[in-house]
């Protein structure tokens, strides 16, 4: 009896230890994919972090005079900062934007043109510009005129 006993003992502790060890090794599996994705989230918020984004709108400001507004949205310093008219500016007087130094986050410059009777209702244009990701950054966008 005292071998039987014996014997139900040991499986019951080898059980337990075979238990513990799938446990264990489920856990730190578990603990291994969210720590890789707790870095991958750094490393993308130090990106971010890193990255400036210009986009621009047309503001109106009487009948046929309208200002372009260029503006950083993103969270780094952006410096060189270019635009080119993808369109052709039909209508539009004066469109004229020398490189801009430097915009900081949430900053903004505009510059004023004139519209003739039958202007193009949208403009397309590139901004271009430099920051502390990347040189050259792009970024294409329609506006409604």
């Known amino acids: 009896?005292?071998?039987?006993?014996?014997?139900?003992?040991?499986?019951?502790?080898?059980?337990?230890?075979?238990?513990?060890?799938?446990?264990?090794?489920?856990?730190?599996?578990?603990?291994?994919?969210?720590?890789?994705?707790?870095?991958k989230r750094f490393e993308l918020d130090d990106i971010e972090n890193n990255?400036?984004?210009?986009?621009?709108?047309?503001?109106?400001?009487g009948?046929?005079?309208?200002?372009?507004r260029?503006?950083?949205?993103?969270?780094?310093?952006?410096?060189?900062?270019?635009l080119e008219t993808l369109s052709e500016p039909i209508g539009i007087i004066g469109l004229e934007f020398?490189?801009?130094?430097?915009?900081?986050?949430?900053?903004?410059?505009e510059t004023s043109f004139l519209l003739t009777e039958g202007h193009a209702p949208t403009l397309k244009v590139r901004f271009i510009w430099n920051d502390n990701y990347k040189e050259n950054n792009e970024y294409i966008q329609v506006i409604t005129i």
């Open 1 to 39: 009896m005292e071998t039987a006993s014996l014997i139900v003992s040991i499986i019951a502790i080898i059980g337990s230890i075979f238990t513990y060890l799938y446990h264990d090794r489920k856990i730190k599996n578990q603990e291994k994919r969210l720590n890789d994705y707790q870095l």
């Open 98 to 109: 020398t490189p801009y130094e430097m915009l900081n986050p949430q900053e903004k410059t």
């Open 63 to 68: 009948a046929g005079n309208r200002s372009l």
């Open 70 to 82: 260029i503006f950083n949205a993103g969270k780094s310093t952006a410096h060189n900062i270019r």
């Open 51 to 61: 990255k400036a984004q210009i986009k621009g709108d047309i503001i109106k400001i």
